[in-house]
């Protein structure tokens, strides 16, 4: 039962730096998500998809880019990595988007120093 | 005023004590709601949606009160193993799910 599987767990960037966080889920879901986490603080929607070839910014998407070629796979990618870019990501999945579970990656904890 | 708003906490409770947290929600618009929650340097997991007419699981109980725009969770009889942050989510419908900052809980033996 693998789920949603984030890779890599962690990583340290240099500012300026560019990177792409894989996600990956084997649900068979439409809706894929990006979620950023700073500490102490809830989690804030970076990008959103409603299905292959589909993708829309939430609250946060600046600095980030999407795509989504594959029902399966949706990579975040970070270019000119920035201090503020310093948190952990989760990548979630759900089979509709209201009144039905979310289930989240590990997590990527990503430093930009 | 934030969309989602949660005590920070930290609650400290003994063993077999009953705490209950509370969220409030700015958008009268929302729909659907639901507390998560998750542990230290962990994911999110569901633990219960909220409906109008209130639901419970086991030791868990959770309520949603339109009028006022709040929802709650209530623990009863709590286990060492119920030390966690628990996150408010609400939802406006489409794709806008709005997490809270999370309740911390630590239940002490």
């Known amino acids: 039962n693998a789920g949603v599987t984030q890779t890599p767990k962690f990583r340290i960037l240099k500012i300026g730096q560019s990177m792409t966080l894989q996600c990956t889920q084997d649900?068979?879901?439409?809706?894929m998500y990006w979620y950023r986490q700073d500490p102490g603080m809830g989690l804030k929607l970076i990008y959103y998809?409603?299905?292959?070839?589909?993708?829309d910014k939430g609250e946060v998407p600046n600095g980030y880019n999407v795509s989504r070629s594959t029902t399966e796979d949706f990579p975040l990618r970070l270019e000119l990595a920035a201090p503020s870019q310093t948190s952990v990501y989760f990548c979630?999945?759900?089979?509709?988007?209201?009144?039905?579970?979310?289930?989240f990656g590990q997590g990527t904890r990503l430093t930009v120093v | 005023r934030k969309e989602v708003e949660q005590d920070p906490g930290p609650f400290n409770v003994p063993e077999g004590a009953t705490v209950a947290f509370n969220c409030t929600y700015s958008?009268?618009?929302?729909?659907?709601f639901f507390w998560y929650r998750q542990d230290c340097r962990k994911e999110p997991k569901l633990l219960m949606s909220v409906y109008s007419s209130g639901n419970e699981d086991g030791r868990f109980t959770a309520q949603l009160n339109r009028a006022s725009q709040y929802i709650s969770l209530l623990i009863r009889d709590s286990k060492l193993s119920d030390s966690a942050t628990y996150l408010c989510v609400g939802n406006t419908g489409g794709f806008k799910t709005i997490f809270g900052a999370g309740t911390r809980l630590f239940v002490k033996a």
């Open positions: 998809s409603v299905g292959a070839g589909i993708t």
């Open positions: 649900m068979n879901h439409n809706y």
């Open positions: 979630a999945s759900s089979y509709l988007t209201r009144d039905t579970e979310a289930f």
């Open positions: 958008n009268s618009a929302s729909q659907s």
